[in-house]
């Protein structure tokens, strides 16, 4: 019986991730998901006591957002020299990463609507991300005095972060092509020009 429940709990959770991921935050509703799951609405109240609940469940279980370990891998095999480098290196891996994670897109747009117990886990994860990326950056080099890396650092996420959702409505963006692989590269491109010149200090 306890087997059964736990398998039973699993599919509603795998239903969440897969109404999110593939049609979106506004699929997702009691009915949906127990059509989604092949389970009676009964059983997301007996479980889960309700949608508010299923989420949190759904949230702490979730892997939403690159750590810094992710994005970085072996930094031995990185070809950074200078914090600048280090700063649109870890800029470049987290467009493409995210631009994998379709689930967390989502949430991210559920976000700018409204606050839930999913969209609140993935605001504690990023800025646990934030952090630890700051944290990896100070061991490549001092922060300039003259420079406020924090919020160059957050205006540039912020950036990326736009142009993936803005994605789903318009594929285009300044005229940049965003449905193919040399538009994402342009970006990737004007960030490390951007990086180059407002994270180091003026001589």
């Given at each position: 019986?306890?087997?059964?429940?736990?398998?039973?709990?699993?599919?509603?959770?795998?239903?969440?991730?897969?109404?999110?991921?593939?049609?979106?935050?506004?699929?997702?509703?009691?009915?949906?998901?127990?059509?989604?799951?092949?389970?009676?609405?009964?059983?997301?109240?007996?479980?889960?006591?309700?949608?508010?609940?299923?989420?949190?469940?759904f949230a702490q279980e979730g892997d939403y957002w690159p750590t810094v370990d992710e994005l970085v891998g072996d930094d031995s095999m990185v070809d950074a020299k200078t914090?600048?480098?280090?700063?649109?290196?870890?800029?470049?891996?987290?467009?493409?990463?995210?631009?994998?994670?379709?689930?967390?897109?989502?949430?991210?747009?559920?976000?700018?609507?409204?606050?839930?117990?999913?969209?609140r886990e993935l605001a504690d994860v990023r800025d646990k991300f934030a952090l630890d990326s700051l944290k990896f950056l100070e061991t490549k080099g001092p922060f300039p005095?003259?420079?406020?890396?924090?919020?160059?650092?957050?205006?540039?996420?912020?950036?990326?972060?736009?142009?993936?959702?803005?994605?789903?409505?318009?594929?285009?963006?300044?005229?940049?092509?965003?449905?193919?692989?040399?538009?994402?590269?342009?970006?990737?491109?004007?960030?490390?020009?951007?990086?180059?010149?407002?994270?180091?200090?003026?001589?």
């Open positions: 019986m306890a087997r059964d429940k736990e398998e039973t709990k699993a599919r509603i959770l795998a239903a969440v991730g897969k109404l999110l991921a593939e049609s979106g935050f506004k699929s997702l509703g009691v009915n949906a998901i127990a059509r989604e799951a092949g389970v009676d609405k009964v059983l997301i109240y007996r479980y889960f006591e309700g949608l508010p609940r299923l989420l949190q469940c914090l600048a480098d280090w700063m649109a290196y870890l800029l470049s891996r987290f467009s493409d990463n995210l631009q994998e994670r379709p689930m967390t897109q989502e949430i991210l747009r559920w976000e700018l609507l409204e606050g839930n117990e999913l969209t005095p003259d420079k406020d890396i924090p919020a160059i650092s957050a205006v540039l996420v912020a950036g990326v972060v736009y142009l993936m959702l803005r994605t789903k409505s318009s594929s285009t963006f300044m005229g940049i092509d965003f449905s193919s692989p040399d538009g994402w590269q342009r970006i990737e491109a004007a960030l490390n020009s951007i990086v180059q010149l407002t994270a180091e200090s003026k001589p």
